[in-house]
């Protein structure tokens, strides 16, 4: 909740509709209503939208919303992924981390506006030390995993560089085993030899490829350091259309007759 009231104000995080408040003796508060999907939502539905282009079921799809070969995005949301990094950008000049950037935790209200949920583990509210790894295994970082009280803001940036990893490729970079299960994904992300975007996606051009790689460098050094210049370096080579969330999205559950999902 602290952590919450000192980010309001900014756009990208959504509004308190109320005081923390108790009941028999457990906190809580309300927040307002906000309409639209997850990032993780709309994933599903442009890969549901990949396999019925394959099955040739959709053939008059426009291009500024067809995927880029294999993947879920196309080149022209590298500019929605720069917006996403703008976004944390201003929650990192309030001395915010996030620490938990995956795509169930960024939503998309209808007309595009980008708020960033989920601050559970977030700093300054973690002020005690951790003995346990928590977020989330697919999106965490490496010093993450060594140590969760020493992430800094260079943390999120490779988080959210793993998000446009699986948003060009359509998969994680590392995968769990049925022998060592979510160990197996933890030890990719401590060695870093994840597969070059370009490698899975050759749709994917070797710059925007060589940028997300750059995000997801193992040492924080060699990362960006700060969110703006990961969303400038995703800016630099934005092609097509101006990426709108209300228009792109509704198109698709036109077409796939899925309005369950609004």
Same mark, same amino acid.
């Given at each position: 909740?602290d952590v919450l009231e000192d980010l309001q104000g900014l756009e990208c995080v959504p509004g308190l509709a109320s005081e923390l408040k108790y009941t028999e003796g457990f906190?809580?508060?309300?927040? =307002?209503?906000?309409? &639209?999907?997850?990032?993780?939502?709309?994933?599903? !539905?442009? %890969?549901?939208?990949?396999?019925?282009?394959?099955?040739?079921?959709?053939?008059?799809?426009?291009? *500024?919303?067809?995927?880029?070969?294999? &993947?879920?995005?196309?080149?022209?949301?590298?500019?929605?992924?720069? $917006?996403?990094?703008?976004?944390?950008?201003?929650?990192? *000049? @309030?001395?915010?981390?996030? $620490? #938990?950037?995956?795509?169930?935790? +960024?939503?998309?209200?209808?007309?595009?506006?980008?708020?960033?949920?989920?601050?559970?583990? =977030?700093?300054?509210?973690?002020? @005690?030390?951790?003995?346990?790894?928590?977020?989330?295994?697919?999106? !965490?970082?490496?010093?993450?995993?060594?140590?969760?009280?020493? !992430?800094?803001?260079?943390? #999120?940036?490779?988080?959210?560089?793993?998000?446009?990893?699986?948003?060009?490729?359509? *998969?994680?970079?590392? %995968?769990?085993?049925?022998?060592?299960?979510?160990?197996?994904?933890? #030890?990719?992300?401590? @060695?870093?030899?994840?597969?070059?975007?370009?490698?899975?996606?050759?749709?994917?051009?070797?710059? +925007?490829? #060589?940028?997300? =790689? @750059?995000?997801?460098? +193992?040492?924080?050094?060699? $990362?960006?350091?700060?969110?703006?210049?990961?969303?400038?370096? +995703?800016?630099?080579?934005?092609?097509?259309?101006? /990426?709108?969330?209300? *228009?792109?999205?509704?198109?698709?559950?036109?077409?796939?007759?899925?309005? /369950? !999902?609004?």
């Open positions: 909740f906190p809580y508060f309300d927040m =307002a209503l906000v309409k &639209g999907i997850s990032l993780s939502g709309i994933f599903r !539905v442009r %890969k549901k939208l990949a396999e019925m282009q394959k099955k040739g079921k959709l053939t008059d799809i426009r291009e *500024e919303v067809a995927p880029l070969g294999n &993947g879920i995005l196309n080149l022209g949301e590298t500019r929605f992924l720069s $917006r996403i990094a703008y976004c944390f950008e201003e929650i990192h *000049e @309030k001395e915010v981390v996030h $620490r #938990d950037i995956k795509p169930g935790n +960024l939503f998309v209200c209808y007309g595009g506006n980008i708020l960033v949920l989920d601050f559970g583990f =977030a700093s300054p509210l973690l002020d @005690k030390p951790r003995t346990r790894i928590v977020g989330t295994p697919n999106y !965490v970082s490496p010093e993450q995993i060594r140590n969760f009280n020493d !992430v800094d803001i260079r943390g #999120d940036v490779y988080s959210l560089a793993v998000v446009a990893y699986v948003g060009f490729t359509g *998969e994680t970079p590392y %995968k769990e085993t049925k022998e060592r299960g979510y160990s197996a994904v933890l #030890d990719g992300h401590l @060695k870093g030899d994840a597969d070059p975007v370009c490698e899975l996606n050759p749709a994917v051009p070797r710059e +925007l490829s #060589d940028i997300i =790689a @750059k995000g997801m460098a +193992l040492k924080p050094e060699d $990362r960006y350091q700060t969110m703006e210049e990961f969303g400038r370096a +995703l800016e630099s080579i934005t092609m097509g259309g101006v /990426w709108d969330g209300n *228009e792109w999205f509704l198109y698709f559950c036109w077409r796939m007759k899925w309005w /369950w !999902v609004v």
